[in-house]
């Protein structure tokens, strides 16, 4: 069979119609379910469209929290490192600390690994990258107030400040600044000393005013805590804690465990 | 008053249900006819009628921002169904160890008459395989062209042209014998 003759075959054969009655009794009949279908699928599309939408407002929301605090956080990291490289007394105890350093040990740089902002004492601790280095700020005032090792280091690092008397108005102040600490106050206090001589003034520059009392106090125990006031502003700067007088608070209370673990005593 | 398109009735449909009416009146008889030419089945054609529908209004948003012409489309999704049809019809048949005789077309051999009837020509058709059945349907008996046939099947103009051709082949194939003791 040739194309030609299949073309023409295939051209004139009629292929089967369906009846109009069938195709108008299935229109009719097929008509009102569809119509609710359309109805029932509409609804699942504006819900989940809402739901789409919902999503994509959680996902942005914790998009611009992330940035926000990553922000914050590189701000704050800035305006901190740049207040520590600036400060002349910094660059002084790193310089310090650099010179005690062997010869041929890596050069020394500083980061701040952590921060970390006590709301109740109105300090910011930052955690630099130095052995048990810790820079203190005035949250508020945002200058340095505490400088790098922890104070109950002091005496015994490189870093030394020098000692003078304190006035018997100091003493008092001193006093009464570790009397109305929040964590003293749970303590059963049998007496408090501040020492004479004990002043740590951890500055080099005279226009950097920091006054330190260190304070003793003895538990009804006969345990001793020393207390280290910052007589400028005052506050408490820092509490050590060698005999773990306050190890049962501390593992008791979170609040105070914190504290501690923040100062990394 | 202007007569609302396809696509605007069916974005309309979105909101206010009752407007799918349009479309439904517009193509409930195209498509039974069209399902039931390539079906050649009434029950078969009422349920893909109804498949190519439920389709259609669930992929609305899809079809609107296709950018297709609806009536291309609602085409193609049909065309589809009954594709599937006849593919899931294929493997019952098979899993029931049928031997599916539409595969291999077989040569009308046993018609006594020497002119070849159309009713050989038909089962001929039908048993073409599924696609160059569908193609052969739709040129030859729904008058579209190559060109629609093409959109409806999604495949490239030459795509439906070989089909037919090798559809065409086919048929002469399955009618040769007969032919061949005419001529």
New interface residues.
Partial sequence: MDEEKLEKKLKEIKWDEVDNEIVDAHREKFEQSLLMYVEEENRKQVTKRKMRLSFAFALVGILVFTLLVSISRFTQGGTFEELIMKNPTELKMYNDIKALLPQNSLPLKIKINKIEEDKNLGITNLYVNLKNSIVIIDSKQRNIIGVGFPLYHAEQSAYRSQIINLTEREIEEAREITLSNSFIKRLSVKSIEVENPTVFVDSYEDNLPYRVGKVKVVTVNGKVITVFVDLTRNRVLDITDTQNVLGEYITRDPEIHNFFYDLGV | MKEISDEEALKE???H??V??II??RY??RI??HI??LT?N?EI??DL??ET??EV??YR?TIIKSGVPFEKYIYRISTNEVYKYFNKEKKLRKFQGKLYEKEEIKGITDDKSEE?D?EK??EAINNLPELKRIC??MY??EDKNIEEIAVILNKGKSTVSRILNEA?ND??EA??E???GK?
């Fill in positions: 449909s979105l909101v249900p009752e799918f009416k439904y009146e409930h008889d039974f006819r039931y030419k050649q009434v054609t009422k009628t109804e529908f439920y209004i669930k948003e070849i159309n020509l038909k052969i349907i030859y008996f065409r048929l002469r009618l040769w007969k032919f061949e001529e």
